[in-house]
C-alpha cells in the first residue's frame, strides 16, 4: 500500500502517519517527490481498512500497490528519481552522464591518467573495479583494498566521483569508506545478501541487470535495496545471454523505455560489457541516449592492448573523447543535456 500525502502537507502530519504505519507493524519509507511526498508502507495490511487512513490529516489517499515490486514502481512515484552522485551531477535529472574509466584499477600511474582524461571529456564519475569478478580463478582478481586507495586518491586528484563494485556483505562497509557509489554486478544481481546489506547503507548503488534475469527479476532485486532504506538506486542494463554469440552478451536496449514506464528510478546503459567488442561501443552507446537512457557505463583505457581485464570492449581516451562529442547532439535531440 502507498499513501499518498496532498500537496503542502506539514511535516507533523508526515510524521505522524509514519509513526501510525509503524504502529501497525509495518515498514514505512518515505519517497520525496517534486509534487507530492508518498509514504510506502510494506507488510500485511489486509486487517486495516483504507479508510483508516484516509481520514488522517494531510492524506490525499491511501492505495493498493499492483506490481510486484513496490517502492521501484511508478504506481508508487510518478516523477523520475535523482540520484546525487557528486555536488555537481545528479543520475535521472535533465543531464545526462557518462561514467568512465579502465575495467580493473590496475596501479597507479594507470588509474591516474585515465581518470584525468576521462574527467577532461566530460565524465561524471570514474569507474574502476578492485574486486574483481572473474569467471577464470586462475586470473587477476583485483587489487582489493590498495585499489580503493588508488581510486579515492584519483577522486582528490580529479573531483570525480567514484565507482567501484562490491562482491559480498562483508566489503560492503570497508569500500563505502573509499567509494561515493557502490556497484553490484550481473553475477550478483541475485545475492539478495548482498542486495541486502548495500541496501542499509546510504551510498548509492549502480544495480546491474543479471545476465539471465527478467525486467521483472531485476526490479524485484532493485526492490530488496529499496525496501531496506536505501533509496538511491540507478539500474544499469549491460547485456543478457541469448543464443546469439557474435557479441559477447546482447544489449537490450528496448529494456531502456520499457523501464522508463515501469519505474521512476534512472536507468544507464553499459555498452562495454553489453557488446564485448570496442566498435559497438560508440553506436551502442549513441543508440542508448537516443531511447531515453540517463547515462553511460563505459570502459575507457589509455592502452586497451594492454589492459588487464576486458580489452577487447574498452576504448581508447581518445575514442573517449570523440564518443562524448558525438553523444551531445543526441541528447539534445531528445530533449536532454550534456
Ligand atoms: C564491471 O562493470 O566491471 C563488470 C564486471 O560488469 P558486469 O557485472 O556487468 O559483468
Ligand atoms: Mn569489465
Redesign the pocket.
Given at each position: 500500500m502507498i499513501i499518498v500525502m496532498k500537496h503542502g502537507s506539514s511535516k507533523k502530519e508526515i510524521d505522524h502517519v509514519i509513526k501510525m504505519v509503524e504502529g501497525q507493524g509495518l515498514k514505512a519509507t518515505l519517497l520525496h517527490g517534486t509534487e507530492r511526498n508518498v509514504i510506502a508502507c510494506i507488510g500485511d495490511k489486509r486487517h486495516i481498512s483504507q479508510d483508516f487512513w484516509n481520514a488522517m490529516p494531510g492524506v490525499e489517499k491511501a492505495m493498493p500497490i499492483l506490481s510486484p515490486y513496490k517502492m521501484a514502481s511508478r504506481e508508487v512515484k510518478p516523477t523520475n528519481t535523482q540520484v546525487q552522485l557528486s555536488p555537481g551531477f545528479s543520475m535521472g535529472g535533465l543531464k545526462v552522464g557518462v561514467i568512465a574509466g579502465p575495467?580493473?584499477v590496475e596501479n597507479k600511474t594507470q588509474l591516474f591518467s585515465i581518470a584525468k582524461r576521462v574527467k577532461e571529456a566530460g565524465a561524471v564519475a570514474l569507474?574502476g573495479?578492485a574486486f574483481?569478478?572473474r569467471t577464470n580463478p586462475y586470473t587477476f582478481q583485483g587489487l582489493m583494498e590498495e585499489g580503493l586507495e588508488y581510486l579515492a586518491e584519483a577522486r582528490e586528484r580529479t573531483g570525480l566521483p567514484v565507482v567501484t563494485?562490491v562482491l559480498s556483505p562483508e566489503h560492503v562497509e570497508m569500500i563505502g569508506k573509499y567509494a561515493d557509489v557502490l556497484?553490484?554486478?550481473?553475477?550478483?544481481?541475485g545475492n539478495f545478501v548482498l542486495l541486502k546489506a548495500v541496501g542499509e547503507q546510504p551510498k548509492p548503488v549502480i544495480l546491474?541487470?543479471g545476465?539471465s534475469a527478467t525486467i521483472e527479476e531485476w526490479l524485484l532485486a532493485a526492490e530488496y535495496i529499496l525496501s531496506r532504506g536505501n533509496t538511491n538506486v540507478i539500474l544499469?542494463e549491460?547485456?543478457i545471454r541469448t543464443f546469439e554469440d557474435h557479441t559477447r552478451?546482447t544489449l537490450s536496449l528496448s529494456a531502456v523505455p520499457q523501464l522508463k514506464q515501469l519505474t521512476h528510478l534512472p536507468v544507464i546503459v553499459?555498452p562495454?560489457?553489453?557488446t564485448g567488442k570496442r566498435y559497438l561501443v560508440n553506436p551502442m552507446s549513441k543508440g542508448a541516449i537516443a531511447v531515453g537512457a540517463d547515462g553511460l557505463?563505459i570502459?575507457v583505457h589509455i592502452d586497451p592492448e594492454r589492459s588487464m581485464?576486458?580489452g577487447p570492449q574498452t576504448i581508447t581516451v581518445e575514442e573517449f573523447q570523440r564518443l562524448m562529442a558525438e553523444l551531445k547532439p543526441i541528447a539534445e535531440a531528445v530533449g536532454r543535456q550534456m
Open positions: 575495467c580493473a569507474r573495479g574483481k569478478p563494485e556497484q553490484i554486478g550481473t553475477r550478483n544481481m546491474k541487470r545476465m544499469c549491460r547485456g552478451f553499459d562495454s560489457h553489453g557505463l570502459e581485464v576486458d
